[in-house]
């Protein structure tokens, strides 16, 4: 089975840019997950959709970073513009969830984003 | 404070010797509970899931204790490819949010 692919997996960019991440999760898991990890920190949650609904996106700092999946499948990940602190890696997650149940979340390699 | 604390480490020790790893968290309506691997440069893997009557996978051992907000993961025999660093993690509310530490650094000496 593939696992969740994501690309770029490596970005330069200088502040004040804009960026764009892509993630393809896992076939049939109708739950996808963009995580931010810094580095020496544990990762954390940006935005999680059900489907192509938005069901959290409480720490997506909104004036900057977008997220959509129009056809609840694939997702893109937007930041503009860019600032110093954005450098991490950005994580992509998906899962079967129901709300009975909550399955295990698999993660992608990431986007190692580097802003200058 | 954070909602997950753990003990960075590192955490050196050599081959065959049993580590412990710690973990508190903050939020008594917390549901589920787990320890993640991630090796360098790597994806985070699931390791185990922690109940509270405790489980064991092999050489892996998980503990929840509700009561003290404590988790807890032991490692018997260590072996140079369980280097890695470990994440604790735990999951709340109705989307079962995932909330993870900072991770422990584990370094297995030959």
């Known amino acids: 089975e593939a696992g969740v692919a994501q690309s770029p997996r490596y970005k330069i960019i200088e502040k004040r840019q804009s960026v764009a991440f892509w993630c393809n999760p896992i076939s049939g898991h109708a739950t996808l997950y963009w995580y931010q990890q810094i580095l020496g920190q544990g990762p954390k949650l940006l935005i999680q959709f059900q489907n192509n609904g938005v069901v959290d996106d409480s720490q997506l700092p909104k004036d900057r970073f977008s997220a959509e999946r129009l056809k609840g499948v694939d997702s893109t990940l937007k930041i503009q513009p860019a600032k110093l602190e954005d450098s991490a890696v950005y994580l992509c997650a998906s899962s079967l969830v129901n709300w009975v149940s909550v399955y295990e979340q698999y993660f992608g390699p990431g986007t190692r984003l580097t802003v200058t | 404070r954070k909602e997950v604390e753990q003990d960075p480490g590192p955490f050196n020790v050599p081959e065959g010797a049993t580590v412990a790893f710690n973990c508190t968290y903050s939020?008594?309506?917390?549901?589920?509970f787990f320890w993640y691997r991630q090796d360098c440069r790597k994806e985070p893997k699931l390791l185990m899931s922690?109940?509270?009557s405790g489980n064991e996978d092999g050489r892996f051992t998980a503990q929840l204790n509700r009561a003290s907000q404590y988790i807890s993961l032991l490692i018997r025999d260590s072996k140079l490819s369980d280097s890695a660093t470990y994440l604790c993690v735990v999951g709340r509310g109705a989307t079962n949010k995932l909330i993870f530490g900072t991770g422990t650094l584990l370094a297995v000496q030959p």
């Open positions: 922690v109940y509270s």
């Open positions: 939020n008594s309506a917390s549901q589920s």
